[in-house]
């Protein structure tokens, strides 16, 4: 049975199984290569998108949920890299392998959108599930920092101090 979805702004309709990941109907089905696979047990935060502007993950997400939702992957934050996360983490140099970024960026985007001006708490809490196993934890935060503020129009870079799992404690 075709299932449609609304996904970075364009209606697609796919013949996939009703419980088949959204995952891998994002990337084999509609090519979407951005979100990633990496635990497959909803863990580490690789496969995030924004279904109806919330952060989820979608490894074990059947399809037939995100049925009529709006999903937006990292492709759809902004085909040129002008989305306020997207600026900042280029301008921060926060990738170091980049397997994860993808998923911590949409993390940071939902957060950024509900919380204007989030604290380091605020930020570790959002994204404290997302796991990078090169720890630039404190990167990941300085540029949700910045994205706050490109976001905001201010200038300033905020947040310090070290993050869990970035090997400084």
């Not at 995030?48 to 937006?72: K, M, W, Y």
């Not at 902004?78 to 960026?105: I, N």
Request: charged share 20%; with cysteine; glycine share 10%.
């Amino acid at each position: 049975m075709p299932i449609s979805l609304k996904v970075n702004g364009t209606t697609r309709t796919v013949d996939v199984p009703p419980d088949m990941p959204l995952l891998w109907v994002l990337r084999d089905e509609l090519d979407l290569k951005g979100t990633k696979f990496g635990c497959g047990a909803n863990r580490c935060g690789a496969c995030t998108v924004h279904i109806n502007g919330v952060a989820q993950r979608t490894c074990t997400l059947p399809v037939s949920r995100a049925a009529g939702a709006d999903i937006t992957t990292i492709e759809g934050l902004s085909p040129v890299g002008a989305h306020a996360v997207q600026q900042a983490w280029e301008e921060l140099d926060v990738p170091q392998c980049g397997y994860c970024q993808a998923g911590q960026m949409m993390a940071a985007a939902a957060l950024i959108e509900k919380t204007p001006k989030p604290t380091d708490a605020q930020i570790d809490t959002a994204l404290n599930t997302n796991l990078c196993r090169c720890a630039t934890y404190l990167r990941i935060r300085a540029a949700v920092h910045r994205a706050a503020a490109i976001k905001t129009g201010a200038g300033a870079v905020g947040g310090s101090g070290p993050s869990r799992n970035d090997g400084e404690d």
